[in-house]
């Protein structure tokens, strides 16, 4: 199993193993411990990295400090321009929405979002809405120009990042599948009716670089960074850099999960010391990878095997 980690830093290299930080499933929440993507990743289809997912026993394996930010660090992206606009005057569920409620919206239409039940489907989780006419100062101003997407960015990090952390409290894992993002009225909204509102809040990213929808409250599901075997997970073409977004297969991608490891099974109780962890996950995930591409064996192959070890952040969240 792979494990997950946000920040690409290893080479991959063609024919030998090396450990990633991919995703991983605890028992009672696990963390993954600081690991680095490979950084000069090829943005190949035909190039495969198979990404094992360590799986943690009650819990989760990871938590999303995915905010919606590009640059090389820790936080993780949808696309491009990943904050999502309303485009339109916000309407009744955006400016009603408060945190702890989950809005649903039809296929790339957020401008149509209504609040929802959390135990049913929903892409969006309010963490905090921020009125961003109480701030100091002219930014936010009846006259003031919108962000630009740059600023947007900045602000989902200096807003939503405390804010879903607050919101989340012992249940925060830096490492989860979901993300921190921001979604906001857009430039027409806030030049026409002057909206000013933003949502804090998480989502789970999808296919197609859209927002996956999801049942209950990230607080009470896995957190966990774990995909079905035979999932492909994208790469950046701006960055070379892995995402944590599934993509099809027979379009470029870093990695391909081949199955996921339950730590629980063998650490049922505390945390396991990492090289525990090390020995159980590669042991488990070099067999599994061996029946995964039966009947070729993994050491005949030019493909690296990844998988994290889980850190106690997420252990515990």
């Given at each position: 199993?792979?494990?997950?980690?946000?920040?690409?830093?290893?080479?991959?290299?063609?024919?030998?193993?090396?450990?990633?930080?991919?995703?991983?499933?605890?028992?009672?929440?696990?963390?993954?411990?600081?690991?680095?993507?490979?950084?000069?990743?090829?943005?190949?289809?035909?190039?495969?990295?198979?990404?094992?997912?360590?799986?943690?026993?009650?819990?989760?394996?990871?938590?999303?400090?995915?905010?919606?930010?590009?640059?090389?660090?820790?936080?993780?992206?949808?696309?491009?321009?990943?904050?999502?606009?309303?485009?339109?005057?916000?309407?009744?569920?955006?400016?009603?929405?408060?945190?702890?409620?989950?809005?649903?919206?039809?296929d790339t239409t957020p401008e149509s979002a209504k609040i929802v039940n959390c135990g049913d489907e929903h892409k969006?989780?309010?963490?905090?809405?921020?009125?961003?006419?109480?701030?100091?100062?002219?930014?936010?101003?009846?006259?003031?120009?919108?962000?630009?997407?740059?600023?947007?960015?900045?602000?989902?990090?200096?807003?939503?990042?405390?804010?879903?952390?607050?919101?989340?409290?012992?249940?925060?894992?830096?490492?989860?599948?979901?993300?921190?993002?921001?979604?906001?009225?857009?430039?027409?909204?806030?030049?026409?009716?002057?909206?000013?509102?933003?949502?804090?809040?998480?989502?789970?990213?999808?296919?197609?670089?859209?927002?996956?929808?999801?049942?209950?409250?990230?607080?009470?599901?896995?957190?966990?960074?774990?995909?079905?075997?035979?999932?492909?997970?994208?790469?950046?073409?701006?960055?070379?850099?892995?995402t944590d977004a599934p993509v099809d297969c027979a379009a470029p991608h870093a990695m391909e999960v081949t199955g996921?490891?339950?730590?629980?099974?063998?650490?049922?109780?505390?945390?396991?010391?990492?090289?525990?962890?090390?020995?159980?996950?590669?042991?488990?995930?070099?067999?599994?990878?061996?029946?995964?591409?039966?009947?070729?064996?993994?050491?005949?192959?030019?493909?690296?095997?990844?998988?994290?070890?889980?850190?106690?952040?997420?252990?515990?969240?």
């Amino acid at each position: 199993m792979e494990r997950m980690s946000q920040a690409p830093e290893k080479e991959l290299s063609e024919a030998r193993e090396s450990r990633a930080v991919e995703s991983t499933d605890e028992s009672p929440g696990l963390q993954p411990s600081a690991f680095g993507w490979p950084r000069s990743l090829q943005a190949r289809a035909t190039r495969r990295a198979l990404l094992l997912t360590a799986l943690g026993g009650l819990l989760i394996a990871g938590l999303v400090t995915a905010i919606p930010v590009g640059g090389a660090g820790s936080g993780r992206f949808l696309d491009s321009s990943p904050v999502r606009s309303t485009g339109t005057k916000s309407d009744a569920a955006f400016n009603r929405a408060s945190p702890g409620e989950c809005l649903m919206w039809p296929d790339t239409t957020p401008e149509s979002a209504k609040i929802v039940n959390c135990g049913d489907e929903h892409k969006f989780e309010v963490a905090e809405s921020i009125d961003m006419r109480t701030f100091p100062g002219s930014e936010y101003g009846p006259n003031a120009a919108p962000p630009t997407p740059a600023r947007i960015q900045q602000i989902t990090q200096e807003q939503c990042e405390a804010a879903v952390r607050n919101y989340l409290g012992a249940k925060f894992d830096p490492n989860s599948r979901f993300t921190v993002s921001l979604l906001w009225p857009g430039d027409r909204a806030w030049r026409q009716s002057g909206d000013r509102r933003m949502l804090c809040g998480l989502q789970l990213p999808g296919m197609n670089n859209q927002q996956q929808a999801f049942k209950g409250k990230v607080a009470d599901v896995d957190q966990s960074k774990v995909w079905p075997a035979g999932t492909c997970l994208g790469i950046d073409s701006a960055t070379n850099q892995p995402t944590d977004a599934p993509v099809d297969c027979a379009a470029p991608h870093a990695m391909e999960v081949t199955g996921t490891v339950n730590l629980a099974e063998k650490f049922p109780g505390a945390l396991p010391a990492e090289p525990d962890q090390d020995g159980f996950i590669k042991d488990s995930c070099t067999k599994m990878t061996d029946a995964y591409l039966a009947p070729v064996k993994l050491r005949t192959t030019t493909l690296t095997l990844i998988y994290p070890t889980v850190p106690l952040a997420s252990w515990t969240a």
